[in-house]
């Protein structure tokens, strides 16, 4: 999924032959790094772009490309932003966006992580190694570029912001971040509420597998992961602790980086909960954006050199808080959303502002269902359903007068008089029983208009194993994060049912659910809204 060649010269580097951009990579020592610079940056007052070896924890090597600001003479040094490449894309991934950066006055290097493309090792999925790689490339750059070790940022997209969070609970050299949809809880990701996200893995692992050279470690995990089964759960769940952000808050916080982080409401990868968790719990200098749409899709456009609002911001943040620029950027409410209705942005001082009021739908009624059967009300397809979203406002759809009730229990509030904005969390209530001991369920919000049809707001699964069949218990389950408008005149509905091909579902054979409220503890959804 690299920038193809004609992209790449419609860039702000196309004045940079095309040799070069298809020229190997060299080992660069200092004396060669810079005759090399200068050559470059003798040209007609473009940006100076370099292909170098980088060498990586271990000695492993590491592709990359440097860009460095158009007249350097020598003297001055520049603030350096690091970039990490996405999973399975090569180091030109960037190359849109460093030259822009280098043009308005930062050393960039952008370096395709080990174990893809050209660069060497095996993938390790933000291991250990990765997080070492990040600190090696910083040394090699200020070993060998004008660049300021007083102002180190670092950024990227999937992947690569991932690593970026880790590296900024590890290194302390490390002073901006701008991690975009990423991850600070990798379980939670993946693996929410023990429930294996099978279409999103599926493609990460094929992609990888496909650019790239899956460790022993990762193929053995990949397996015991689409298993279900139970005893390798401690090992996954450490396994996913290890490189998730979020286990390392103390150091990250400690060591002070300003972080900005970007994500997509639809995110089917890295869906947006754990991004606002995560980022309620940082004590530095923080920003949070949502946007419309599905894994990087919010952000993609910029790589392509596109005008994009989350690469501006990146932008912003980082004149900010690595040159000093008086840009506004600190006097502003840090958490900025656009709604997936309206395309408006709204900004709040914090994430729990964002649905400060809150309206409960009882689930009044006892529903029993037929597990193993989809009902037909599905979270979509991964990266198209959200795409369609964000794009032409077109969500995964169901008739909710038609889901066959046997396999699906469907509760609806009242009819609206007025605009619902949906803002943050909502959050399910509800008793359980099961005749067997483990199980799956899924929870869908859907705006229903006067036909019956239903556009999905949100959803989430929830796995249970180790219950009494036929003992009740409570189930507590946050569906993920979003910002919809439903229109005066419409209901909400929720549904839920047991299978979904987003999900792996953990139903055997004849399981049954019912779903009740009892008058001492009564179910309901909790719907976050905005604050008029």
């Known amino acids: 999924m690299g920038l193809p060649r004609k992209a790449l010269r419609t860039t702000a580097i196309g004045t940079v032959s095309a040799a ?46 440097v860009f460095t600001p158009a007249g350097y003479d020598g003297r001055q040094t520049y603030p350096v932003i690091v970039l990490p490449t996405s999973w399975a894309l090569p180091q030109v991934e960037y190359v849109a966006q460093a030259a822009k950066l280098a043009d308005s006055g930062y050393v960039v290097v952008s370096y395709n992580t080990r174990g893809f493309w050209q660069s060497g090792g095996e993938i390790e999925v933000a291991g250990p190694p990765d997080t070492a790689d990040a600190s090696k490339v910083i040394d090699w750059t200020l070993a060998n570029t004008p660049s300021d070790p007083d102002r180190v940022g670092m950024a990227g997209v999937s992947y690569g912001a991932g690593i970026c969070l880790l ?159 008086d840009n506004g950027v600190d006097g502003e409410q840090p958490v900025r959303i656009k709604s997936r209705s309206t395309g408006g942005y709204e900004t709040y001082p914090d994430w729990k502002s964002v649905g400060a009021d809150r309206r409960k739908i009882a689930l009044a009624d006892s529903e029993h269902v037929f597990a193993n059967v989809d009902s037909g009300a599905d979270g979509g397809i991964v990266f198209l359903s959200s795409m369609l979203d964000q794009f032409v406002r077109l969500p995964p759809m169901a008739s909710i007068p038609l889901l066959p009730r046997a396999f699906a229990a469907v509760w609806k509030s009242e009819r609206y008089g ?86 792996i579902e953990h139903n055997p054979s004849g399981a049954q659910l019912t779903f009740s409220s009892p008058a001492a503890d009564p179910s309901y959804l909790s719907v976050p809204l905005r604050k008029e």
């Not at 029983?433 to 869908?444: D, H, P, Q």
């Not at 180790?466 to 209901?491: C, I, M, N, W």
């Open 20 to 65: 070069l951009l298809a020229a190997p990579a060299v080992v660069a020592t200092p004396a060669v790094a810079a005759s090399g610079q200068q050559a470059l940056t003798r040209q007609a007052g473009v940006p100076g772009v370099r292909f170098v070896d980088i060498e990586g924890d271990g000695g492993t090597v590491l592709k990359a490309n």
């Open 167 to 325: 590296a900024a609970g590890h290194d302390k050299r490390i002073k901006a971040v701008a991690a975009l949809s990423g991850w600070g809880d990798l379980v939670d990701s993946i693996y929410s509420q023990r429930t294996q996200h099978k279409q999103a893995t599926a493609f990460l692992v094929g992609a990888g597998y496909l650019t790239g050279r899956p460790s022993a470690e990762f193929q053995q995990l990949t397996a015991d992961y689409f298993s279900g089964d139970l005893s390798k759960e401690p090992g996954l769940i450490a396994w996913g602790k290890k490189r998730s952000p979020a286990t390392y808050l103390d150091k990250i916080n400690a060591n002070g980086a300003a972080i900005m982080l970007g994500n997509a409401w639809g995110d089917t990868i890295f869906p947006p909960n754990q991004t606002a968790e995560f980022y309620e719990k940082l004590t530095v200098p923080k920003r949070l954006e949502f946007r419309p749409g599905d894994h990087a899709t919010a952000e993609g456009g910029g790589l392509l050199g596109l005008p994009n609002d989350t690469w501006t911001s990146a932008h912003r943040w980082f004149d900010h808080h690595l040159r000093g620029a």
């Open 418 to 503: 007025s605009t619902q904005q949906i803002r943050g969390t909502a959050k399910l209530h509800t008793t359980v029983t099961g005749t067997k001991e483990s199980g799956t369920l899924v929870a869908y919000l859907y705006d229903v208009g006067p036909l019956g049809l239903g556009k999905l707001v949100s959803n989430a699964p929830y796995t249970f194993h180790g219950k009494t069949p036929g003992q009740p218990f409570t189930v507590d389950l946050e569906l993920f994060s979003t910002a919809y408008d439903v229109p005066a005149g419409h209901r909400l509905a929720v549904v839920i049912d047991t299978v979904d091909p987003l999900y």
